[in-house]
């Protein structure tokens, strides 16, 4: 799986317009971290690590694709790797800030967290499966029910903002897409 899906992420960017400015989520909350060490999750061709390495902050930058890690190495304040999430493992308590957009694995959610330090901060935008989407994933598994984001991480996290709208994308589709802001409970205070 982890190579099918390798080629076609290495496809895409390859073939696609990437856009190079960071979504409205990451260039309005990345400020909310108290330190500079920041992951950014399946970080694609890097438009959140750049803005963010250009802000100050020390970036991790995972992405499956090799096109897109080649694209980001050598940068300033950016280590890019080239990771497979189905084996990969997050480092524990090492993040100020994890920025993930347009990715979900929910079995990586557990692992978001406890990578987080105590007060450190989620950025999390994605698709929502809803009827009347354009264009989306294909697959249903790869879009989130209503409510679900929020359910993942409530109890280990403060939900500081949620947002959930349409959006259209290169093409003019409209899809709907929830945002979401967390902020890690110091460990006592974890539900």
Request: charged residues 25%; negative net charge.
């Amino acid at each position: 799986m982890a190579e099918a899906d390798k080629t076609r992420w290495n496809e895409k960017y390859l073939h696609n317009p990437i856009p190079e400015l960071p979504i409205r989520l990451v260039s309005t909350y990345a400020k909310l971290a108290s330190g500079n060490r920041v992951l950014d999750l399946a970080c694609g061709m890097g438009r959140h690590s750049k803005f963010l390495a250009s802000q100050g902050f020390k970036v991790d930058a995972l992405d499956i694709s090799s096109v897109a890690i080649a694209s980001l190495q050598g940068l300033d304040h950016i280590h890019a790797q080239e990771v497979d999430f189905d084996t990969y493992t997050l480092a524990k308590e090492a993040y100020d800030l994890i920025v993930c957009t347009y990715f979900l694995e929910r079995r990586l959610f557990p692992q978001m967290i406890a990578a987080l330090k105590p007060n450190g901060i989620i950025l999390y935008e994605t698709f929502l499966n809803h009827k009347e989407n354009q264009r989306a994933p294909s697959n249903p598994a790869f879009m989130l029910a209503e409510g679900e984001l929020e359910a993942s991480f409530k109890d280990a996290c403060e939900i500081v903002h949620v947002d959930t709208f349409w959006d259209d994308d290169y093409k003019g589709n409209k899809m709907q897409k929830i945002s979401m802001v967390a902020k890690k409970r110091p460990q006592k205070e974890a539900r």
